[in-house]
């Protein structure tokens, strides 16, 4: 079967491990016409990564394209938490193929082990993902922009793997290991916070991000990739209003719903700035928006709803 990845390479796989992991992430087998399968990567524990469902749904409708357009916009749907230990099926359906837009349907699928009416064991389908993405050639036109905030450059500021360093010792043992685990990607934040005891906050925050090792590769590999990492910290940017951070006990925090513009062409490794903030909280939900820049120019344009649940322990206690 011809995978996503041998339509889509450039140059050979030499990068670092990391790296690889992350392409192999993208290295879809097609299954049938518009079906393609993606194998499960431990990125954040035993739930599939949302990134990673973004990433890999993205790839997937690309693969159906006979241009190779790229991705202006996405809006998906996270339904179900994926099992890591499964592969994820990518079914895609083509609502449109214009001139200029085309547009697609992704549905991923996992399928689980149950036993039927009658004791037996079966498999079951069930969908963890849907997403809806229009694909358009760049063109020229109307162009305008806000002004890119300006921040302290990257190279200045310490990774978060030596941020985390510092906050070792304060740590469980048994949950060290995990928590000191590097990132896939390059991650500088700007505004540091204290994960064991955050104080309340302007829900805002700010990361320079890049795959530096990642070689030469297309477009539709940088837009995934792009989409990977908006999942990281976007989530959690609504939890700063009230001083709580993602290693909390009795929090439940998820992702909802995720969309994303692309506007300009990019390269991803070099770095980037993830500008996030939140405006609102409410109804055990938050709305978190980002956007991405790079060279003075805006780059993408993300929105996320994320579940931020508390258990009624933690809001007696609060």
């Known amino acids: 079967m011809q995978t996503s990845y041998d339509r889509y390479a450039h140059t050979p796989r030499q990068q670092t491990a990391s790296v690889q992991d992350l392409l192999n992430t ?33 790839m997937a409708a690309a693969c159906t394209l006979t241009d190779d357009k790229p991705c202006h916009s996405l809006h998906g749907y996270f339904l179900r938490g994926g099992d890591i230990r499964l592969p ?39 969908v963890i993902f849907s997403m809806i993405a229009s694909f358009s050639p760049m063109e020229g036109g109307l162009d305008y922009q806000t002004q890119m905030p300006d921040y302290p450059a990257p190279m200045s500021l ?13 740590i469980d043992p048994a949950l060290q290991a995990r928590f000191m685990r590097p990132r896939h990607i390059e991650i500088r934040p700007i505004f540091p916070q204290d994960p064991i005891t955050p104080a309340k906050t302007k829900p805002h925050q700010a990361n320079w991000l890049r795959i530096a090792d990642l070689g030469n590769q297309p477009a539709c590999v940088h837009q995934a990739l792009l989409a990977f990492s908006s999942d990281f910290y976007l989530v959690a940017t609504g939890l700063m209003s009230h001083g709580i951070s993602f290693m909390q006990k009795g929090l439940q925090i998820a992702s909802i719903d995720h969309s994303m513009h692309f506007h300009r062409p990019f390269d991803i490794r070099e770095f980037l700035l993830y500008d996030m903030w939140s405006d609102t909280t409410s109804h055990a939900k938050g709305l978190n928006h980002g956007q991405f820049w790079q060279d003075g120019k805006l780059i993408a344009t993300t929105q996320q709803e994320g579940l931020m649940r508390l258990h009624r322990s933690m809001l007696d206690d609060a």
């Open 26 to 58: 993208l290295d879809l087998v097609q299954l049938s016409d518009d079906v393609f399968e993606g194998q499960s990567f431990d990125y954040v524990g035993p739930r599939v990564f949302g990134g990673q469902v973004l990433a890999q749904a993205l």
């Open 158 to 170: 310490p990774t978060e793997q030596e941020l985390k360093a510092q906050y070792l010792d304060r």
């Open 88 to 126: 994820i099926v990518y079914q895609v359906r083509r609502l449109r193929d214009g001139r200029s837009l085309s547009a697609r349907e992704i549905i991923a699928v996992q399928y689980v082990d149950s036993t039927n009416e009658q004791g037996l064991p079966t498999k079951t389908e069930q």
